[in-house]
Each structure stands twice: as C-alpha cells, then as structure tokens.
T-cell receptor
Framework: GAGVSQSPSNKVTEKGKDVELRCDPI?????LYWYRQSLGQGLEFLIYFQGNSAPDKSGLPSDRFSAERTGGSVSTLTIQRTQQEDSAVYLCASSPLIGGAVNNEQFFGPGTRLTVL | GQNIDQPTEMTATEGAIVQINCTYQTSGFNGLFWYQQHAGEAPTFLSY????GLEEKGRFSSFLSRSKGYSYLLLKELQMKDSASYLCARRSSYKLIFGSGTRLLVRP
C-alpha cells in the first residue's frame, strides 16, 4: 500500500500495562508526526520526527509517553503504565521533505484506537 | 483546541452551499489547513492557504485573511457523502494545531 499504515487498529489493555503503537509512514517521507484524538475532540499534537531525531516533543502529555523512530522509517509510540485517560485514537502522519523544507501536506494513517479499562 | 475556534455542528441540505468558519490565533502562523474526516477514518487533506484570498478546488473553496486570523471552507452543491467532520488547523513551525472540528450533517 502507498499510504501510512498503523498497527494495531484496535488495542484494549488494562490500566497499568504498557502498550506499543506502530506507524509505517509513506516510503521516502522524512517527517513523521504523532497526534491523539479523544472522543469528540480535535487532534492533539504529540511529537514530531525529522529523520530519526525528534526536534519537537512538546506535546507528549507525561513521561509515561515516549516515541522512537529507526532507519528514518518506522516509528513506535510507547505508553507505560497506561491510565484510563490515555484512551483515545492515536494517529500518525507523514510528509515529504522537498527543497530543504518540509512540504505542507500531512498524510494521515487510519489510527490506533486505544481503550484502557 | 489552542485558540482555534470553529462551530461544533452544522446542518445543511443536499445541493445547497455551506460555509464553515474558523478563527485562529495569529502569532506563529505559518499556513492554514482544512481536513475532512469521516467517522472512524483518517483525516484527508482538503486545502492549504498561506496567502490571503480564495483558493478554489472543484466544489470546495477555502478563504484566508491573515490580518483577521480568519478562514472559511465553502462547500458547494452539497452531497450526502459530504457529511463528515471538517477540521481547521494552523501550521506552527512543523506541527499542525487543530481545532475541535465542525460536524456537518447533510440532509436530503
């Protein structure tokens, strides 16, 4: 497929457990973003990757949240000791790097719906 | 979210025209996006404005006034499939800051 893919599509976990969410961006896209969308709310920025480095982590809500990206491609968002308020749809997006500047449009994946019981 | 305001919900009739407004905080502004999101699906890109004026793309048009911190999305010849949420987002550096979205219901 040519689009952004995410796995799993749905994840149900118990409070206190750790979860890992995966994002496969569009091939060749240098920039990768994680957003969170709670029920009935807009998208909330979490973290931005340029290549393998994360120049902007300002949206991560607590130190229980972390993310990494390897090989300038796949990214993993990890939530440790999950809480019920972490329940949301986690969306990943990617965009190309053209002419030395990040292009405008972000392409979104289908998201992972996380439910913490 | 974060000083971006748009109506929560709108209703319109099939075949009609609807305008969805968005106001935003102007500091650090670097472009204004509109995305469409059907329930349970990923947001899809509709339009991008960085200069003042109207950008037309088929049935959809988007307008921007940077001095007023104002944008609107205009949907013409509404179809039932246009029932979705419409997300206004401003670009600040590399990230997008989204409003809470406007849920549009198109009725026959």
């Amino acid at each position: 497929g040519a689009g952004v893919s995410q796995s799993p599509s749905n994840k149900v976990t118990e409070k206190g457990k750790d979860v890992e969410l995966r994002c496969d961006p569009i091939s060749g896209h240098t920039a990768l973003y994680w957003y969170r969308q709670s029920l009935g709310q807009g998208l909330e920025f979490l973290i931005y990757f340029q290549g393998n480095s994360a120049p902007d982590k300002s949206g991560l809500p607590s130190d229980r949240f972390s993310a990494e990206r390897t090989g300038g491609s796949v990214s993993t968002l990890t939530i440790q000791r999950t809480q019920q308020e972490d329940s949301a749809v986690y969306l990943c997006a990617s965009s190309p790097l053209i002419g030395g500047a990040v292009n405008n449009e972000q392409f979104f994946g289908p998201g992972t719906r996380l439910t913490v019981l | 979210g974060q000083n971006i305001d748009q109506p929560t919900e709108m209703t319109a009739t099939e075949g009609a025209i609807v305008q969805i407004n968005c106001t935003y905080q102007t500091s650090g502004f670097n472009g204004l996006f509109w995305y469409q999101q059907h329930a349970g699906e990923a947001p899809t890109f509709l339009s991008y404005n960085v200069l003042d004026g109207l950008e037309e793309k088929g049935r959809f048009s988007s307008f921007l006034s940077r001095s007023k911190g104002y944008s609107y999305l205009l949907l013409k010849e509404l179809q039932m499939k246009d029932s979705a949420s419409y997300l206004c987002a401003r670009r600040s550096s590399y990230k997008l800051i989204f409003g809470s979205g406007t849920r549009l219901l198109v009725r026959p």
